[in-house]
């Protein structure tokens, strides 16, 4: 549709005042606080004001109602009028009100009526009747209301501005605790001897803490030089003041702020009005607490409720308001403040601080531009219609030149470049006079030319070229990726005038692409070359992609499970719909669990332990369509995890089974020396030699089981010497023989060469009883025990349980064809007392004795059965090469009595009174010691005398070893005799391979004593 100019002007002017007209009315809907002439609806709200606006205090409480009544939707627009009381303090306006308010509202229907301040509240108890009829009347803001101001009347109610004087000066005191007076500030007006009337009434409760300082009446300028020298340990409590002794009126807030300035101490105040200028705070009324508080009450009415039954609210609204500026200025910590403080003046970015104030000016602005386009429109409408074709080819060509996209027009007959716009010029480089009258394919890069000469010709047929890439080169040489668009430009008759063409640089999108597509090779090369399992599954759990490693880990190829289902292919049946759930949680968008470990089966049916990190899949919209999976396969490694704790597990509870019978063994070496001294009392009485016989016997049993408990914590002493295994062995059998019964067959294949080990015979010994006798108990109807040994070499991989180094090994096998052991019963096997015999059959410590023995031996033990098919202990002890220790036979000594002198050193008392008995029987002088420092300083004092010293190892403040190595520094050829419980680490010296120096373990006989210091002194 072609419209003239005259139909153009009129379309657009009746859209202009159309837009106008609603501009208008919405403004001054919005923009008048007072409801237009007519009739009043039945939600209506009249708000009479004791002042006039812009006044803070009735201004402040006026928006809080309104605000809280406009939010719960019970009215849309107040009406609102003024009595002006501040600037006519007379009132003889009043009456003239009183007439221009019966005839705007009498007989008018309101539903309530607000009074805010004490001149409002008294007009409309004075006219309330006669006015407005019998509407509800709430008044607001009224610091001096007595009940009787209501005469009875059962139509009023409202909200008493009731400060808190008491609770600012109380919170002076806490955050000041160090102030000594407080300086009271007001003015000698009404109001302000009012105010300070207030707070001489509180004043008692404080008197004996802190002395209160009123002003006198003074010129402002007097009040500043009193406030620049009050003391450090003074506050400054500001009431109103609004005019001073000269009778000059100030601006409240404007004379706190020089208040403030010229004060060197803390200022607060009881009233909102000042909070922002100069003061720190204190317990705040505000006005708007209390206009909301009267909303409360309005609502309440406009809900339906008797205003008769609500009564007048006297409760304390105030605050705990504070100045961030002025805590920052006196250094108070925000820490100290009373809970759920109010603080001002926060350091906040600009929009947060006006947040309200920008927003409203911004539509407010918004709107007034509207208005103003509008009127543009309106005012230069003809002109611009004169001016049509000029200003619409202007801003054709500005947004044509602007663009950011390269603009240019060509020739159709010769492809020369008739213009062009900037975004051309810089995307090139050239200047307009170096790219005008130039042909077009100059511009593009080597083969492009040549197709953008093709697609030139072609042109005039199709008259469009769209989202065709070509490559142009920039005059400093680059080049540039471009996607090209061309239309023609027609005149009416559709002849070919010209053609219009736009480049959009597409380097960088090309770039991105090509950067996206080798970060893509990257990470699939990467995936495939990681030496973990990488998968990823659609939605439905179907592998869409998985890498080498896992195909070489579970035997698949990729063709048998690449679009097939994980978890069916995977997962074992017990565990596949937990594993499943991570999928579900993935896609549902729940909490999925980034770190999970399970089992994956492998085609051969076994299984692996996988740790895995798992992603979501996206697709181009964001939604989640998959899972993305990386794992780790800990297989082996918690394997020798569990190995390993195995092992610690065994050493902890030996060194606690060490320490238990290193004791016992010092109880037992009393009991024994003192059993062998009954027998050598009692030679003559067989009955009690009769009982001294049992007391040893029973102390050579529990002997035993301390040697066992010794041997598994590998702190009983050794005698290791080069020993052949085989012939160990072999001279064992008789006695295997009698351990194991006539009902089982023993089968012994031994290897052909020496096994040479450094062994204590007696140990190994207790090793093939131990087992042996293990095997008996697993073979209750009879059955084979075989018992091999072979040379073996074990390499650096896999051995974790001892600390073995790799090299050869003499392997001890002793099996049988018994019960068998269940695998949860082979995980506590070595640990002492642990038994599945019943009670009284078993101390628990056969098993857990071979175990230390072994270890003390630098090897290690392992065991292989299942149930119903026997067991397997192997043995790996370390082959040496030495030749073997051949035992040298010794006649028996006899016991001889001796006078030498000998420091006998013991901590134990019962143990020493003993030996001391025990080796005085016998002929020797005994000089008794306690601990090592006695025992040394007795040997200061007799080193001439001294002839032998039997000592305790393990002694409180200086053991027995380090007593010796002192001695030696005053007599180094000083024999000794050391006895222990127990070998522990301080018996490994070197001390103990020098000749005049030997070791006995507890518990010891008599005898065994006796002929150690008789064989020492021969």
């Known amino acids: 549709m072609i419209l003239t100019q005259k139909s153009f002007s009129t379309k657009w002017s009746n859209y202009v005042i159309v837009l106008l007209c609603s501009f208008f009315v919405w403004t001054s809907a919005f923009g008048s606080e007072t409801q237009p002439p007519g009739k009043i609806t039945d939600a209506s709200i009249l708000l009479l004001n004791s002042y006039h606006p812009g006044f803070y205090w009735s201004d402040g409480e006026q928006a809080a109602i ?63 009747r006669d006015i407005f009829g019998n509407v509800p009347l709430v008044f607001c803001g009224v610091s001096d209301f007595k009940s009787s101001m209501l005469a009875g009347d059962t139509r009023a109610t409202g909200v008493v501005d009731t400060s808190d004087p008491a609770g600012t000066i109380e919170l ?51 009040i500043f030089r009193k406030l620049e020298r009050l003391p450090k340990d003074c506050l400054v409590f500001l009431l109103i003041y609004a005019n001073d002794k000269t009778g000059k009126n100030f601006d409240t807030k404007k004379l706190a702020r020089l208040f403030s300035r010229h004060s060197t101490v803390p200022m607060y105040d009881r009233s909102e009005v000042r909070l922002g200028y100069g003061i720190v705070g204190g317990k705040l009324l505000s006005p708007a607490a209390v206009g909301a508080e009267t909303a409360k009450l309005v609502t309440r009415i406009l809900q339906g409720e008797n205003v008769g039954g609500i009564p007048v609210v006297f409760k304390n609204l105030s605050q705990y308001m504070f100045d961030y500026e002025q805590l920052k200025r006196f250094t108070i910590s925000e820490s100290s403040l009373p809970p759920d403080s109010i603080i ?113 010709q072609k042109f005039p047929e199709t008259g469009e070229v769209q989202n065709v890439e070509r490559k142009i080169k920039r005059k400093d040489g680059s080049i540039m990726d471009v ?203 067989a009955q009690l030699a009769l009982l001294a016989l049992r007391i040893v016997d029973s102390v050579d049993r529990a002997s035993e089981l301390t040697k066992n408990l010794l041997a598994f914590s590998r702190k009983q002493a050794v005698d290791m010497k080069p020993l052949n295994l085989n012939e160990i062995i072999n001279s064992f059998r008789t006695i295997l023989s009698r351990i194991i019964g006539e009902d089982i067959e023993v089968a012994v294949r031994l290897s052909t060469g020496k096994l040479v080990v450094e062994a204590d015979r007696g140990q190994l010994e207790q090793v093939l009883m131990n087992l042996a006798a293990n095997a008996r108990d697993a073979m209750p109807r009879g059955g084979k025990l075989f018992i091999t040994t072979e040379e073996g070499t074990i390499g650096s991989e896999g051995i974790v349980r001892s600390k073995i180094l790799p090299g050869k090994y003499a392997i001890l096998a002793v099996s049988d064809n018994g019960m068998g052991i269940d695998k949860q019963i082979q995980e506590h096997i070595f640990e002492p007392f642990f038994t599945t015999k019943e009670v009284g059959r078993g101390t628990g410590l056969g098993l857990s004795m071979v175990y230390g023995i072994i270890e003390k031996h630098n090897g290690f033990i392992d065991v292989y059965s ?128 020098e000749d005049n120096v030997y070791f006995l373990s507890k518990p010891l006989k008599a005898t065994e004593l006796l002929h150690k210091i008789r064989e020492i002194f021969q």
């Open 172 to 222: 002076m005191l806490r955050l000041h605790p160090k102030t000594r007076e407080i300086f009271v500030l007001h003015d000698y007006s009404i109001a302000g001897l009012a105010t300070r009337k207030d707070v001489e009434t509180v004043l008692p409760r404080f008197t004996d803490r802190v002395r209160f300082r009123f002003n006198e009446n003074l010129a402002v300028e007097e």
């Open 344 to 456: 001002i003046n926060r350091p906040l970015s600009l929009f947060a601080v006006y947040k309200g104030v920008m927003v409203a000016n911004f539509a407010v602005i918004g709107l007034l531009l509207l208005g103003i386009c509008f009127l543009i429109v309106v005012i230069f409408q003809r002109r611009r219609i004169a001016r049509k074709l000029k200003e619409s080819e202007a801003k054709y060509y500005d947004l044509y030149e602007n663009a950011p996209d390269m603009y240019y027009s060509l020739d159709v007959k010769t492809g020369s470049i008739l213009e062009c716009n900037k975004a051309f010029l810089k995307g090139t480089g050239y200047t307009r006079e170096e790219v005008i009258g130039h042909q077009i394919f100059e511009f593009y890069d080597g083969d492009t030319a040549a197709k953008a000469k093709r697609s030139f």
């Open 483 to 685: 996607s090209l668009n061309v239309s023609a430009v027609r005149d009416k008759a559709g002849n070919m005038l010209y053609s219009r063409s736009i480049w959009r640089d597409i380097t960088r999108r090309k770039q991105s692409a090509d950067a996206l597509l080798a970060a893509e090779k990257r990470f699939r090369v990467l995936l495939e070359n990681i030496h973990q399992v990488a998968v990823m599954l659609d939605g439905d759990g179907n592998i869409i992609f998985c890498n080498d490693y896992l195909l070489e880990l579970t035997g698949w190829s990729r063709d048998e499970i690449l679009h097939k289902n994980y978890f069916e292919i995977f997962i074992p049946e017990p565990i596949r719909k937990d594993v499943q759930s991570i999928l579900t949680a993935c896609v549902s968008e729940t909490d999925m669990p980034v770190h999970y470990e399970n089992q994956i089966l492998t085609r051969a049916g076994a299984q692996r332990l996988i740790v895995w990190n798992n992603t979501p899949l996206r697709d181009s919209s964001g939604r989640i369509s998959g899972l993305a999976g990386i794992g780790v396969d800990v297989t082996e490694h918690r394997k020798l995890e569990e190995q390993l704790l195995q092992s610690q597990k065994m050493e902890a509870v030996g060194t606690l089974a060490g320490g238990v019978a290193h004791d016992f063994n010092n109880i037992l070496t009393a009991i024994l020396g003192y059993a062998n001294l009954i027998q050598l009392h009692a030679k003559e009485n």
């Open 66 to 128: 309104v605000n809280e009544l406009q939010n719960k939707g019970l009215i849309k627009l107040p009406i609102i009028e003024y009595l002006d009381y501040k600037r006519l303090l007379r009132g003889e306006h009043l009456a003239e009100l009183q007439a221009l308010f019966r005839k705007k509202y009498q007989g008018k229907r309101l539903s309530v009526l607000i009074a805010l301040d004490g001149p409002a509240l008294n007009f409309a108890i004075k006219h309330h």
């Open 866 to 993: 299942e149930l119903g098919k026997g067991a397997t202990f192997k043995i790996y002890l370390p082959l040496i090469d030495a030749e073997v220790w051949e035992v040298q036979e010794v006649g028996d000594d006899i016991l001889s009595r001796g006078n030498e002198i000998i420091l006998l050193t013991e901590d134990d008392e019962a143990v020493r009174n003993m030996m001391a008995m025990l080796l005085k029987k016998f002929g020797y002088r005994v000089l008794e010691a306690g601990d090592g420092k006695e025992a040394l300083s007795i040997f200061r004092d007799h080193q001439d005398e001294i002839q032998l010293i039997v000592t305790d190892v393990i002694m409180p403040e200086m053991n027995g070893l380090e007593m010796y190595n002192e001695v030696r520094r005053i007599k180094p050829d000083m024999p000794a005799i050391f006895m222990s419980g127990y070998t522990a680490d301080i018996i490994g010296g070197n001390i103990f391979r």
